[in-house]
């Protein structure tokens, strides 16, 4: 057992590394975010620990695969494409799923909404991973392809059912956490686009720097956002 635990620890950090502190940095986040969400479970009321609880498992699910992931530019300093697209492929969806848990929580809400945000997120993803794993020929053909995904994600939360659904029923502490929510989605997330451009070609340092950033700034403060919401519902 204790052999194991070893040989699941990371190697020793290298002071001169970048990519590899960045990945320390934001695991240690991750880890620190998710003992705080689970344990402020306690402070949540009724359908809210739901929503608590899955955006402990958001970081939970991100600090377990940053674990590898900086391991894999310990040892190979190449990019650890299928781990960060596994992570994504977990974690994103559960992201789109507060947007109905939220809603949920204050009102009847259609479950259409949750299967369209859904759809959104795979269309986006696998459109990433098909252009940064080089299953397709145009990495910006497939890099378009993940933008339409976004676009369909921001459509719904911004315009569609999600969002007249908030308008009109939610209370003014939800619906300003929602539109914080939003803003993470649309300008936060745009981070992400962006070191898919910069990291072409042979710049895997910029591309992981930027994903860690993106990932850190995304998903702790989307759940930090989650958490206000889940320990203020009763003043409101």
Known sequence: MLLNLISFLPAPLDPSDGVGISFWVITMAMVAAT????????????KWKTSLVVAGLVTM???FHYFYMRGEWDEHKTSPTVYRYIDWLITVPLQMVEFYLILAAITKVPSGIFWRLLIGTIVMLVGGYAGEAGLVESRMMAFAVGIAGWAFILYEI?????????????????????GV?????SLGWSIYPLGYLLGGGDNEAMLNVVYNIADFVNKIAFGAIIWSIATAKHED
Not at 35 to 46: D, I, M, S, W
């Open 61 to 63: 699910v991100a600090a």
């Open 35 to 46: 003992a705080f969400f689970f344990l402020e479970t306690q402070r949540a009321e009724g």
């Open 181 to 185: 929510l939003r803003i993470i989605v």
């Open 158 to 178: 911004f315009a569609g059912q999600a969002s007249k659904i908030c308008a009109a029923s939610a209370p003014a502490g939800v619906k300003k956490a929602y």
